[in-house]
């Protein structure tokens, strides 16, 4: 059971490029989360979705858009990379987007940098 | 929003036991997390508090007091492989984590 994959591992990209972060789990999770990861700012939502054909503004939207077309793959575009979107970009899952004992499993996370 | 806070470094010695401690102010309480973290990896659960008190398991325990918006980590017979970052998080609206930015822990010989 591989859990949840991200790819690409890194990846380097030119300012003004689209870019689109693959997420995928095999737990069968309702709930699929992305978040970043920046020094001194700790992990920042993006988007989630609580269920298949719904997604959600976390607290960092801006710049970036999110689909799920199904219950075991969540990407996240980029529409046009900027420098600050240089981070780490974590995919998580968790049963239910319920809330309570609802542990969250994340992704090995992907190291871009928008240059 | 909320507010989460929680140390930014700390330093123990291998065998020690350290505490590791995380206040917030959230609208609303789901629940609290601690997850570690290890450098260049990806955050993995340790522990969930929803009730006040102490949940142990194994060297590690969390505890909770909701009435004052505070929790600790503590961590027994420390080891080498302790060292990593510890982060706390709250969930309130019931959708996703609030973390706070992470507890730097290293252990030392």
Not at chain 1, 58 to 87: C, H, I, K, M, W
Not at chain 2, 41 to 60: C, I, Q, W
């Amino acid at each position: 059971i591989a859990g949840i994959t991200q790819a690409p591992t890194s990846q380097i990209l030119a300012a003004g490029r689209r870019m689109t972060l693959r997420c995928t789990q095999d737990m069968r999770h309702n709930a699929m989360y992305w978040y970043r990861q920046d020094l001194g700012l700790g992990l920042r939502l993006i988007h989630y979705s609580n269920t298949a054909g719904t997604t959600g503004k976390g607290e960092v939207p801006d710049g970036y858009s999110v689909s799920r077309a199904n219950t075991d793959d969540f990407p996240l575009t980029l529409a046009s990379a900027v420098p600050s979107q240089t981070s780490v970009y974590f995919c998580a899952s968790s049963e239910s987007g319920g809330g309570a004992a609802d542990t969250q499993y994340f992704g090995p996370g992907t190291r871009l940098t928008v240059l | 929003g909320q507010n989460i806070d929680q140390p930014t470094e700390m330093t123990a010695t291998e065998g020690a036991i350290v505490q590791i401690n995380c206040t917030y102010q959230t609208s609303g309480f789901n629940g609290l997390f601690w997850y570690q973290q290890h450098a260049g990896e990806a955050p993995t659960f340790l522990s969930y508090n929803v009730l006040d008190g102490l949940e142990e398991k194994g060297r590690f325990s969390s505890f909770l007091s909701r009435s004052k918006g505070y929790s600790y980590l503590l961590l027994k017979e420390l080891q080498m492989k302790d060292s990593a970052s510890y982060l706390c998080a709250v969930i309130d609206s019931g959708y996703a984590l609030n973390f706070g930015k992470g507890t730097s822990l290293l252990v030392t010989p």
